[in-house]
């Protein structure tokens, strides 16, 4: 049997070992995460949804106005795809309350749930059903 073939044979086992709390506070605390992103097509224009902080998850969780947490969503998420410009300002929340509900907005919300990780399934499934049966429930 030649040296190469040997080789293949034998499994090497790497016993992993445990990170330190200081490595595990470097790479956890010591440097900036980034968030995911996704590029969405709104009444034919490209652009970036970022993922949003624990910070303003918890912020906008405190905001009971539906429609500012909703126009929030567009004014500090929304960015010129690849650049660090957002796309909105706080006096364009009028202008994106009147926007057609179309499928551009459903796809936003889509992505918007998928970068939070909100499951929509069971909301959706909730409002189907209230389409269908209005005055049951």
Request: aromatic share 6%.
């Amino acid at each position: 049997m030649n040296e190469a073939h040997v080789a293949e044979e034998v499994e090497v086992f790497e016993e992993k070992v445990p990170l330190t709390r200081d490595q595990i506070r470097a790479a956890l605390i010591g440097k900036k995460h980034e968030g995911n992103s996704e590029i969405v097509t709104l009444f034919g224009v490209e652009i970036e949804f970022r993922q949003p902080t624990l910070g303003a998850i918890l912020d906008a969780r405190e905001d009971a106005d539906e429609k500012t947490r909703t126009t929030d969503v567009f004014i500090k998420y929304a960015y010129v795809p690849g650049t660090q410009e957002l796309v909105f300002e706080d006096t364009d929340r009028q202008t994106i309350l009147e926007w057609p509900f179309n499928d551009d907005l459903i796809e936003v919300q889509k992505v918007v749930a998928k970068l939070t990780g909100i499951d929509l399934s069971d909301i959706l499934a909730a409002e189907e059903e209230l389409a269908e049966n209005p005055l049951e429930g």
